[in-house]
C-alpha cells in the first residue's frame, strides 16, 4: 500500500514534468531538450532569493513559475523561432531544434554549476516546513499530497482547455497542419509564445515541488529527468494528454516494483525494456493516433 | 610538428574516434533512420573488445575486428525487431537499447569491471592503424554518397513509397543502415578503448549521442564531410576556449546554441554556399552577368543540390530538374 | 551529468611553456647534462608540478578542495629550507570532470620534459584514465581520493588518501556502542567506492558482530527519489539503517528516511560530509560516518595544518584538502630526497619515503601500504549544523 502512494508521487513528479515538455512537442512540435535546465534553473533562482529572505510556500513557488516561464519566452524568441525562420524542411527543423536546446540548456547550467560548485542546494530556508501525515500504515508528506494534487488538476485543465477552448482548438490545429492553420488566420507566433511561456512555467513549478519533497537537487539533475520524461512522452504516444500520463504513471511503477522486488541494479534496463517492448507492440504509442506527419 | 603530436595525441586520438561514432549516427540519419543505436554499439565495440584484449589474450586488432562483427550482428538483429518503427519512437526504442547497454555494463560484475569499468588494456595497437581505419571507414561512406548509391539512398530517405515503386528495396535498405552504424560504432569504440586503456559505465552513457548529434548537426548531416568538420570542432573547441578560464562552459553552450540556430545546413553547407557564390561569381564574370538556369531550382529547394560539386555537371541539372520537376507535381 | 564529456581538454598555456623552455636553456647552460628537465648537480632553481583535477563539472567540489590544499602546502614547502632554495611551481589543470580531458592533460603533462610529477585526479574515472599513461611513461603521479582499483598500477603511480574500506571498518566500536542486532542498507552504483562499502565492506563488518542485514538495495545512478528503496528497507524493521550515497542524495535520502518514519541514527559515508547535508535540515541530523580526516581531530600535526588553513582561507578544511596537503608534503620529501627532478630518481625516492612512518595533516601515524596511504581515521556525527566528532580511531 505504501508502494502505491510512492508510485502515485514519483508519478506525478514525471508526470509534472513531462506534461510542460509533452504540451509544446504536441502542438507546436518543438521537443524541448532545454527543458530540465529550465526546470533545474528556476528552483536555483529561488534558492537564491531564499538566501536574502525567507519566504513561505506559495511565493516561492511563484518565483520558480515566472523564471521558469520567463526562460521558456526567451528560448523561444531567440533560438526556436531564429531556427523555424531559417529551416528548409520540417526535418531538418527538428533535428535542429533539439541539438539547439541542448546547446542553450548548457547556458544556466554552466553558471549553476559555478555558483555550487555542483554540490546540492535546497530550499531550506523556506518558511514552509514538510509535514507527515499518518494514517493508518500509510505515511505521506504534505509536499507529496500537494504535488499529487497539483499534477492531476494541472494535467486535467491542460487537456480540457486542448480541447474545449478556442485556443486549444487552434493550438491542435497546428500540431495537425501547421500551413492550413496558418491560412485559417491562426496566429501561430502568439500561440507558440503562451505554450512556451505555460510549458516553461510547468518546469519551475515542478522544480520547486520537486525540490521541497527531496531537499535537495544539483544543478545536474534536471537532465536525468529530461530522458525519463521523453521515454514518458514517447511511451504514451506524442500528443496524447492520457498517454502523458499513463507513461509517467507506468514508468514510476516500473522503477518502484524493480526497484522493491529486486536488488535493485536492474531498474534501468527493466523500464526501458518496458518500453522497449510497449513500442514494438504500440509503434506510435499506447495511446498515439496514427502518424499525421510524414517521417 | 613531433611536439604537438606528442602533446595533443590524445586528442588527435579522439578526433579518428568521434569522427566514426558521428558516422555511425550520421549515416542511419542519411537513410532516413532516426537511430541512435551507434552509441549502443560503441559500448558493445568497446567493452567487447576490452573483454577479448584482457580475458583471452587477443591483440588488439584481431579484438577489434571481432567486436565490429558482433555489433553489426547486433545492429542486424535490433534493426529486424524494430525497422517498422518511425521517427522519433524509432529515437526512442535506439535510445532505451542503448541505455540498456549501459546497464548491462554496470551489472556485469567480474566480466565488465561494474562500476569501475575495465582498465589496463594495453596492446599493440597503435595510432597509425587507427588513423588507417578510419580512413578506409570514411572513403566508404563518401563513396555511398556518389553517383547512383546518393541518389537511391537519397530517394529512401525523402520518398520511400517513390523508391519502393522505383524497385529499390526500402526494407533492405534501412536494415543496412542498422548494419553499418552497428559496424562503425563498434569500431569507434573498439579502437577508442584501445588507445584509452580504460572504458567505464559513464563512458557510454546518453552523452556519446548528444555529442555525435551535435558534430552532426552543427558540422553538417549529409555529408561524411560535415561530420568530420564536427568531429574536428567539437574535439578541439573546448580545448581553445580553455584560455577563457572558468566561464568557458558557458561560451561552449553559445556556440552550439548559435551554430544549432544559424547554420541550417552546418558548417559544411556554409562551405557549400561559399564555393557556388564565388563560382557563380566567376561564371558571371564570364558570362556577362546572365544567371545560368540551373541556379534557379536550386534556390528553391537547395536540399537536394548541395552536394552539386560532389557531381558532374550534367548530373546536377538531371537532380535540379527532378527537383523542379516534383516542385510542381 | 555532462552531456559533452567527449573531447574535452585544456591546452598548457603558451607563457608557462616559454617560461618553462627559458628555464631549461639556463639549467643546460649551467647543469650540464639536462635530461628530464633537471641538472645533475641538483635541484633546478623552479621545480615544475601540475595538479590535474576538475575544478569544473560534476566533482568539481572535491577538486576545487584538494587544490586548496596543493596550493597551501606548497606555500609553506617554498618558504622551508626542504629543497634547498629550489622552489616548487604548482600548475593548476581543469579535467571538467571528464576523463577524456584529465587523460590528454597527463599526456602533455608526460610530453613537457619540465614537469617532475603529477598530482592526479579526485576522480577515479579520470584516475583509471590517466595512471596507465602516467606509469608507462614513467611520470610520477601522486592521487588523492579516486578509491577505485585500476589507479594504483605501479612503481609510478600512488594515492594519498586511504581507501575507504581500510577505514570503515573503525565503526565498528560505534555499531558495538549501540548494540544493533541488524542493519539495512541502500547504496548507491554510482561509484566503485560505494559499492565496495555497500555490497561487501559493510555486510562483513555486521556479520562480524553477528549482526544480520535484513535488506540491501542497489540504487541506479540516476535515481533521485529514494521513497521506494526507503519503504521496502524499513519493512525488514533493521535496527539501524545505513545510505551509502554521493552528494546531493544524502540529504535527499536522510529526509525521506525521516518522512518515513525511521528516527534513528543512520550510517553514512564521507559523500555527505563538506556541508552536504545542511539542505536536509534537521532532519539531517544523526548520520554518522567514518572519515579519514576532520578538523576537529587532536593530534597537533592536524591542528597544525588546520590553524594554517583557517588563516589561508578562513574556513575549517574538508578532507580533500587535508589529503592534498599531505599529497604534496609526501611528493617535496620525495623530491628533497632524490636531490634531482628526474623522474625516475623521485619514483626511487617515493618508494624509500613511502617506507617510512610519518606526520601530517591527516594524523600521526601515517603508514604506506602497496603505494596508498594508512590512516586511522576518525567518526563523526551530523548534528543538523555541523560535523561532531564522535571518536578518533588512533587514539584507543
Not at chain 1, 508519478?11 to 535546465?37: K, R, V
Not at chain 1, 512556451?196 to 513549478?205: E, H, I, K, R, V
Request: overall charge neutral; proline content about 3%; some cysteine.
Amino acid at each position: 500500500m505504501q508502494d502505491l502512494v510512492n508510485v502515485v508521487t514519483l508519478g506525478s513528479i514525471y508526470l509534472l514534468f513531462a506534461l510542460g515538455m509533452s504540451i509544446t512537442w504536441g502542438t507546436i512540435d518543438i521537443l524541448n531538450f532545454g527543458h530540465g535546465s529550465i526546470f533545474m534553473f528556476s528552483t536555483f533562482s529561488a534558492y537564491l532569493v531564499l538566501a536574502e529572505t525567507s519566504l513561505p510556500l506559495l511565493p516561492v513557488v511563484l518565483i520558480g513559475v515566472l523564471v521558469g516561464a520567463a526562460m521558456s519566452l526567451l528560448i523561444q524568441v531567440v533560438a526556436f523561432e531564429q531556427i523555424l525562420k531559417r529551416a528548409k524542411d520540417k526535418r531538418t527543423a527538428e533535428m535542429q531544434i533539439l541539438i539547439g536546446g541542448i546547446g542553450v540548456a548548457i547556458i544556466p547550467l554552466a553558471i549553476a554549476q559555478h555558483q555550487t560548485k555542483s554540490n546540492p542546494f535546497g530550499l531550506s530556508e523556506s518558511s514552509y516546513q514538510v509535514g507527515t501525515w499518518v494514517i493508518g500504515d500509510i505515511r505521506i508528506t504534505s509536499i507529496a499530497a500537494l504535488t499529487v494534487v497539483v499534477a492531476v488538476l494541472l494535467w486535467a485543465a491542460t487537456a480540457i482547455w486542448l480541447k474545449r477552448s478556442r485556443h486549444g482548438l487552434a493550438l491542435r490545429a497546428i500540431g495537425v497542419d501547421a500551413e492550413t492553420a496558418a491560412l485559417m488566420g491562426i496566429d501561430r507566433r502568439r500561440l507558440a509564445l503562451v505554450t512556451m511561456a505555460a510549458s516553461g512555467g510547468m518546469a519551475g513549478l515542478s522544480g520547486v515541488l520537486f525540490t521541497y519533497s527531496l531537499g535537495a537537487i544539483t544543478p545536474e539533475s534536471g537532465d536525468t529527468l529530461l530522458v525519463k520524461a521523453f521515454a514518458c512522452i514517447i511511451l504514451g504516444g506524442v500528443g496524447s494528454m492520457l498517454g502523458v500520463a499513463f507513461g509517467a504513471y507506468f514508468l514510476a511503477a516500473a522503477e518502484t516494483v524493480v526497484l522493491t522486488q529486486t536488488s535493485g541494479s536492474w531498474v534501468e534496463a527493466v523500464s526501458f525494456g518496458l518500453i522497449f517492448l510497449v513500442l514494438l507492440l504500440r509503434p506510435a504509442g499506447v495511446f498515439g493516433r496514427k502518424e499525421v506527419r510524414r517521417t | 610538428m613531433i611536439a604537438f603530436y606528442d602533446t595533443n595525441l590524445v586528442l588527435i586520438q579522439a578526433t579518428l574516434s568521434g569522427l566514426v561514432l558521428a558516422l555511425a549516427i550520421q549515416v542511419p540519419l542519411r537513410m532516413g533512420v532516426f537511430s541512435f543505436a551507434g552509441a549502443g554499439s560503441y559500448g558493445i565495440g568497446a567493452y567487447l573488445s576490452a573483454i577479448l584484449v584482457l580475458r583471452q589474450g587477443m591483440p588488439g586488432p584481431v579484438a577489434i575486428a571481432v567486436a565490429v562483427l558482433v555489433a553489426a550482428v547486433i545492429g542486424l538483429l535490433l534493426g529486424l525487431l524494430i525497422f517498422k518503427l518511425n521517427g522519433l519512437y524509432l529515437a526512442m526504442a535506439t535510445v532505451a537499447f542503448d541505455l540498456i547497454i549501459s546497464v548491462i555494463a554496470i551489472n556485469g560484475g567480474d566480466l565488465t569491471g561494474a562500476s569501475t569499468g575495465l582498465y589496463g588494456v594495453l596492446t599493440d595497437f597503435t595510432t597509425g592503424q587507427m588513423f588507417a581505419l578510419t580512413v578506409l571507414v570514411v572513403g566508404l561512406v563518401a563513396l555511398s554518397e556518389r553517383g547512383r548509391m546518393r541518389r537511391r539512398v537519397d530517394a529512401v530517405r525523402d520518398d520511400p513509397e517513390l523508391a519502393a515503386s522505383l524497385g529499390i528495396n526500402v526494407r533492405r535498405y534501412r536494415l543496412v543502415a542498422f548494419v553499418v552504424s552497428g559496424a562503425l560504432g563498434g569500431l569507434a569504440g573498439g579502437m577508442n578503448v584501445m588507445v584509452r586503456t580504460a572504458i567505464g559505465p559513464l563512458d557510454i552513457g546518453f552523452g556519446l549521442i548528444v555529442l555525435a548529434l551535435t558534430m552532426i548537426v552543427v558540422g553538417g548531416s549529409r555529408s561524411w564531410k560535415g561530420a568530420v568538420i564536427g568531429a574536428v570542432i567539437f574535439t578541439w573547441l573546448p580545448d581553445v576556449l580553455a584560455v577563457i578560464g572558468e566561464w568557458q562552459e558557458l561560451v561552449y553552450g553559445v556556440i552550439v546554441a548559435v551554430a544549432a540556430v544559424f547554420l541550417p545546413r552546418g558548417l559544411y553547407g556554409v562551405i557549400v554556399d561559399l564555393t557556388k557564390w564565388l563560382g557563380r561569381i566567376r561564371r558571371k564574370r564570364r558570362t556577362g552577368g546572365a544567371e545560368q538556369p540551373v541556379d534557379a531550382p536550386e534556390s528553391v529547394e537547395p536540399e537536394r543540390v548541395e552536394l552539386d560539386n560532389t557531381l558532374s555537371r550534367e548530373q546536377g541539372g538531371e537532380v535540379a530538374r527532378m527537383a523542379a520537376q516534383s516542385e510542381v507535381s | 551529468m555532462n552531456w559533452l564529456a567527449f573531447g574535452r581538454s585544456r591546452r598548457r598555456s603558451a607563457p608557462v611553456v616559454m617560461v618553462a623552455l627559458a628555464t631549461l636553456v639556463t639549467a643546460t647552460a649551467c647543469g650540464g647534462s639536462a635530461s628530464g628537465g633537471s641538472a645533475d648537480g641538483g635541484l633546478p632553481e623552479t621545480i615544475k608540478i601540475v595538479s590535474i583535477n576538475p575544478t569544473t563539472g560534476i566533482v568539481a567540489f572535491a577538486g576545487a578542495g584538494a587544490n586548496k590544499g596543493y596550493q597551501l602546502a606548497v606555500k609553506e614547502i617554498n618558504a622551508s629550507n626542504l629543497l634547498g632554495g629550489s622552489k616548487l611551481e604548482l600548475e593548476l589543470s581543469d579535467t571538467k570532470s571528464e576523463a577524456q580531458t584529465a587523460a590528454s592533460e597527463v599526456s602533455s603533462a608526460v610530453a613537457d620534459k619540465k614537469v617532475a610529477a603529477v598530482f592526479g585526479s579526485v576522480s577515479s574515472t579520470e584516475a583509471v584514465a590517466m595512471s596507465p599513461i602516467a606509469q608507462k611513461q614513467g611520470l610520477p603521479i601522486v592521487y588523492t581520493q579516486a578509491g577505485s582499483s585500476g589507479v594504483v598500477v605501479g612503481d609510478f603511480t600512488y594515492r594519498a588518501t586511504p581507501l575507504m574500506s581500510t577505514y570503515y571498518p573503525i565503526l565498528k566500536k560505534y555499531l558495538q556502542q549501540q548494540g544493533w542486532k541488524s542493519v539495512g542498507i541502500i547504496y548507491t552504483q554510482l561509484t566503485p567506492t560505494l559499492q565496495e562499502i555497500g555490497s561487501k565492506t559493510l555486510p562483513d563488518l555486521a556479520k562480524e558482530l553477528g549482526m544480520t542485514v535484513t535488506g540491501s538495495i542497489a540504487t541506479p545512478a540516476t535515481t533521485q527519489d529514494f521513497q521506494a528503496p526507503i519503504a521496502q528497507i524499513l519493512g525488514g524493521k533493521p535496527d539501524v539503517v545505513a545510505i551509502l550515497q554521493v552528494g546531493a542524495s544524502n540529504p535527499t535520502a536522510m529526509k525521506q528516511l525521516r518522512q518515513a518514519g525511521y528516527d534513528g541514527p543512520v550510517l553514512g559515508n564521507s559523500g555527505a560530509s563538506a556541508g552536504n547535508l545542511k539542505p536536509a535540515g534537521a532532519d539531517g541530523a544523526g548520520m554518522v560516518w567514518p572519515v579519514d580526516f576532520n578538523y576537529q581531530q587532536a593530534s597537533s600535526s592536524s591542528q597544525k595544518f588546520v590553524k594554517a588553513f583557517k588563516a589561508e582561507y578562513g574556513e575549517d578544511p574538508l578532507n580533500y584538502s587535508a589529503e592534498a596537503y599531505d599529497a604534496a608534503w609526501f611528493l617535496a620529501r620525495s623530491i628533497a630526497a632524490a636531490g634531482s627532478t628526474d623522474r625516475k630518481a623521485i619514483k626511487d625516492a617515493m618508494a624509500k619515503e613511502a617506507a617510512k612512518s610519518s606526520t601530517g595533516a591527516l594524523g600521526e601515524g601515517l603508514t604506506w601500504k602497496d603505494q596508498t596511504i594508512v590512516v586511522p581515521g576518525v567518526v563523526v556525527e551530523w548534528t543538523g549544523n555541523g560535523e561532531k566528532l564522535l571518536y578518533e580511531a588512533g587514539a584507543q
